[in-house]
């Protein structure tokens, strides 16, 4: 069998879409696709994708997707290693943060000095101490 060129559809995704469009020519307004439909879909899903086939066949990705069963795993239940699967793990900030220790020093032509010690993850407005030092007579 010829590979397709690109940009055409590959004959299984062309016969699917001309099914979906008889049926579409012969429906009633707000009728439901049929699930023979859809089972042909999914499987053309799984060999194709989900977008390509939805574009192909002019459904829903996401419904496409949901009947597929490529949704995201389901959360686990309470008793299993919930560790393992976790996705996020809030640390507490102590963990995140390790205890820091800064030293500024400012000098006018003065010789007005300034020295401060900071120890810890808290740091004072640098800006405000540095501008009172500046503007001190």
């Known amino acids: 069998m010829a590979?397709?060129?690109?940009?055409?559809?590959?004959?299984e995704l062309a016969r699917a879409a001309a099914r979906f469009a008889q049926w579409r020519r012969g429906r009633a307004l707000g009728e439901r696709i049929?699930?023979?439909l859809w089972n042909l879909?999914?499987?053309l899903a799984a060999r194709?994708?989900?977008?390509?086939?939805?574009t192909a066949l002019q459904v829903d990705y996401y419904s496409l997707k949901k009947r597929s069963g490529e949704e995201p795993?389901?959360?686990t239940q309470q008793g299993e290693d919930s560790a393992s699967s976790a996705s996020f793990i809030e640390l507490p900030p102590s963990a995140?943060?390790?205890?820091?220790?800064?030293?500024?020093?400012?000098?006018?032509?003065s010789g007005?000095?300034?020295?401060?010690h900071f120890k810890g993850?808290?740091?004072?407005?640098?800006?405000?101490?540095?501008?009172?030092f500046w503007e001190a007579r």
């Not at 007005?112 to 401060?116: E, N, P, S, V």
């Open 3 to 11: 590979r397709p060129k690109k940009g055409e559809l590959p004959q």
């Open 34 to 36: 049929p699930e023979p």
């Open 41 to 43: 879909a999914t499987a």
């Open 48 to 54: 194709y994708g989900v977008s390509r086939t939805a």
């Open 73 to 75: 795993a389901a959360p």
């Open 96 to 109: 995140l943060t390790p205890a820091s220790e800064c030293v500024i020093e400012f000098e006018k032509a």
């Open 112 to 116: 007005a000095k300034l020295r401060a």
């Open 121 to 132: 993850s808290c740091l004072p407005d640098l800006a405000a101490l540095g501008r009172g």
